[in-house]
């Protein structure tokens, strides 16, 4: 079944080309990995959206997505309320649909 992982950034002020950057010339060779997306949010928060095979696609890859992370939090502000520099979310997907505005 479809899973997604989703992670919440705040950047530090005049650190948002770097993030962009950085995540537009990210590795891309993560296994299970359908495609991700960087979204702005605004105020220099940033949300991270990743569609995966499955679940333990996802389990599987954070020691490598924590090792990426590690690369670049020093630019990101802390959320505070024991969150840290991130506030992630992942799961499988119980419901998924297209748009019927989309098909032909």
């Not at 010339?25 to 095979?53: I, K, M």
């Not at 890859?61 to 959320?79: K, T, V, W, Y």
């Amino acid at each position: 079944m479809t899973a997604f992982n989703i992670v919440r950034f705040k950047v530090k002020p005049g650190h948002e080309k770097d993030f962009v950057d950085f995540h537009r010339n990210a590795r891309r060779d993560f296994a299970g990995l359908r495609r991700a997306a960087l979204v702005d949010t605004g105020n220099g928060t940033y949300c991270f959206v990743g569609e995966w095979n499955a679940f333990s696609d996802i389990v599987n890859a954070r020691p490598q997505m924590i090792g990426i992370l590690d690369s670049f939090r020093h630019i990101l502000e802390d959320f505070g309320g024991g969150l840290g520099p991130t506030d992630p979310v992942s799961g499988e997907a119980v419901v998924e649909f297209e748009s019927a505005a989309a098909r032909p």
